[in-house]
Structures are given as structure tokens and as C-alpha cells.
């Protein structure tokens, strides 16, 4: 089976957003600084009775530290492919092959330790913060089955499609 595709901007976006909700320790990570940016100010205001000018700053700093990380990060990937439109994935009884202007990648499906469906993509995870990233929009159910049958048959360990 073959897919050819464009990979938006959104799309790298929210399949890096996907990954990244797939993994606690992730999480963990890209909630921390939020966390931080809501408790300086309250610390702040039950320690001293008001927040100073610094203290807030600093706090919207922390709050906006993160998305625009991953906006930043997302554009620099985005950039880099740009003269790449189209993504080609062929996927057979082999394994998965990912091809572009700029590389050719072709994994057997003994890598992969999950096939899933998630937040609007199948999910071919070859570690835990890896994956490559196919939005939904651009396969239909049979495929999908077909892809699922073929990640059985290729005894990849855990396969939620």
C-alpha cells in the first residue's frame, strides 16, 4: 500500500503534541513550567501580600515558555522540509517505508512497538518518543484494517487501531 501525502504545518504540530501526550514523563516536562507560572504569583501574594511587577512577568513567561517552544520547534522542522511537500509512506508485509526529497527510511515491523490510532493520526511508535505520524484524514477504514493486519503479521507487540 502506498500514501502520499502533504504534512502541514498543523499536522507536525499536532502529531508532535500526539507523541508528546502519549508519554507521562513528557508530560510531566511540558506542565512543570505552567505549574511553575500559576504558583509564583499565588506564593508570592500569600508570602508577601502582593505580587510585585517581576513576579508576574516572570510567571507569563513561565506560562508561555512551552507553547512557544513547540511552535518554534514545529516551524524550524517545518521550514527545513519545505521545498518537500509531499510525504510518501509504503507500508507492506516488509514494514514501513517513509520516503521524501531529502530521505528514505524503510523500518521493518520488528522495530515497532505499537501501531495506534490517537488524537487524529495512526501511530507507527518505534520508541517511546518516536513515532511516524499519518493523519486519519488521508486513510480510509479499509486501509487502516489492512495496515492493522499487517502490523499483526509482523508481530508488532501492541496493535490499537
Known amino acids: 500500500m502506498q500514501l502520499e501525502f502533504p504534512f502541514t504545518f498543523r499536522d507536525r504540530l499536532k502529531a508532535g503534541l500526539a507523541v508528546t501526550a502519549a508519554c507521562w514523563l513528557c508530560m510531566i516536562w511540558v506542565l512543570a513550567f505552567p505549574l511553575l507560572g500559576i504558583a509564583l504569583p499565588i506564593v508570592a501574594y500569600a ?4 505580587v510585585a511587577a517581576s513576579d508576574w512577568l516572570l510567571a507569563g513567561l513561565l506560562l508561555a515558555f512551552v507553547p512557544a517552544l513547540s511552535l518554534w520547534t514545529t516551524w524550524l522542522g517545518h521550514r527545513a522540509y519545505a521545498d518537500t511537500p509531499l510525504h510518501t509512506y509504503i507500508i507492506d508485509a516488509q514494514g514501513v517505508r517513509s520516503r521524501s526529497a531529502h530521505m528514505e527510511l ?3 515491523w520488528a522495530v515497532f512497538q505499537a501501531v495506534v490510532k490517537r488524537r487524529g493520526f495512526l501511530m507507527f511508535h518505534f520508541r517511546k518518543r518516536c513515532a511516524h505520524c ?3 484524514r488521508h486513510l480510509d477504514s479499509a486501509q487502516i484494517e489492512r495496515i492493522a493486519a499487517l502490523a499483526r503479521a509482523g508481530k508488532v507487540a501492541r496493535v490499537a487501531v
Do not use: A, F
Not at 508570602?47 to 502582593?50: V, W
Open 47 to 50: 508570602t508577601s501580600g502582593h
Open 106 to 108: 524503510m523500518q521493518d
Open 134 to 136: 499519518i493523519p486519519l
